[in-house]
């Protein structure tokens, strides 16, 4: 069974930086092109930012163009998003997820695999 896991959340200052990794389970995550969503209280997920299998792609969402990295170690099995200059509004829960077909894609549909999620809140 393939699980995705999350993990480096926490609570942080507005300005401040976090770096989230997320590492699978049952499958090498090198094989698996990655993206990371949020979820804020009382709204749905969305994208943040993905990476192919062999980083030849990245896309983000424009608000976080600029702050947040993503980046892949294939050889430790773990993909990263780095946030800086965080913002109150990152405030989510923010979930990995794992696809063979669609390099960089930022389609919550295209994704078949999930973390459970790991929560960033950013105070002001």
């Known amino acids: 069974q393939v699980q995705l896991v999350e993990s480096g959340g926490g609570l942080v200052q507005a300005g401040g930086s976090l770096r989230l990794s997320c590492t699978a389970s049952g499958i090498a995550t090198a094989t698996l092109h990655i993206g990371w969503f949020r979820q804020a209280p009382g709204k749905k997920r969305e994208f943040v930012s993905a990476?192919?299998?062999?980083?030849?792609?990245?896309k983000y969402e424009d608000s976080v163009k600029g702050r947040f990295t993503i980046s892949r170690d294939n050889a430790r099995g773990t993909v990263y998003l780095q946030m800086n200059s965080l913002k109150p509004e990152d405030t989510a829960v923010y979930y990995c997820?794992?696809?063979?077909?669609?390099?960089?894609?930022?389609?919550?549909?295209?994704?078949?695999?999930w973390g459970q999620g790991t929560r960033v809140t950013v105070s002001s």
């Open positions: 997820a794992g696809q063979d077909w669609y390099p960089g894609s930022p389609y919550i549909a295209h994704y078949n695999y």
């Open positions: 990476v192919s299998r062999t980083s030849s792609e990245t």
